[in-house]
């Protein structure tokens, strides 16, 4: 069964940075685009950033552009959001998501069907 496993996140400062990590369980993630997603309380999921395999093409939402990277080391079977300038406002629980998109991602969470658990992102001061 195809699962994901997260790491990170944690309570920083605003201006600082954190790390999120998306592993694969069981399987190798290269054939798979990866899509980050976001959930703060009373608020709707959103997507934040997804990569697809292959030749690796990115897509990032307006809010995050510019301050998020994301990137995949699939020798690890790895996808990493590296996060910079963190805001108050990108406190959420953050998921990673899997599909087996040909060569392209979205940031549609609805595209989705493997997920991982979630890990709690807070920036305050």
């Known amino acids: 069964q195809l699962q994901l496993v997260q790491s990170g996140g944690g309570l920083v400062q605003p201006g600082g940075s954190l790390r999120l990590s998306c592993a694969a369980s069981g399987f190798s993630l290269d054939g798979y685009a990866i899509g980050w997603f976001r959930q703060a309380p009373g608020k709707e999921r959103e997507g934040v950033s997804c990569?697809?395999?292959?030749?690796?093409?990115?897509n990032y939402a307006d809010s995050v552009k510019g301050r998020f990277t994301i990137s995949r080391d699939n020798a690890k079977s790895t996808v990493y959001l590296q996060m910079n300038s963190l805001k108050p406002e990108d406190t959420a629980v953050y998921y990673c998501?899997?599909?087996?998109?040909?060569?392209?991602?979205?940031?549609?969470?609805?595209?989705?069907?493997?997920w991982g658990p979630g890990r709690q992102v807070t920036v305050s001061s």
């Open positions: 990569i697809s395999r292959g030749r690796g093409l990115t």
């Open positions: 998501a899997a599909e087996s998109f040909q060569d392209m991602c979205t940031i549609i969470y609805d595209d989705y069907d493997y």
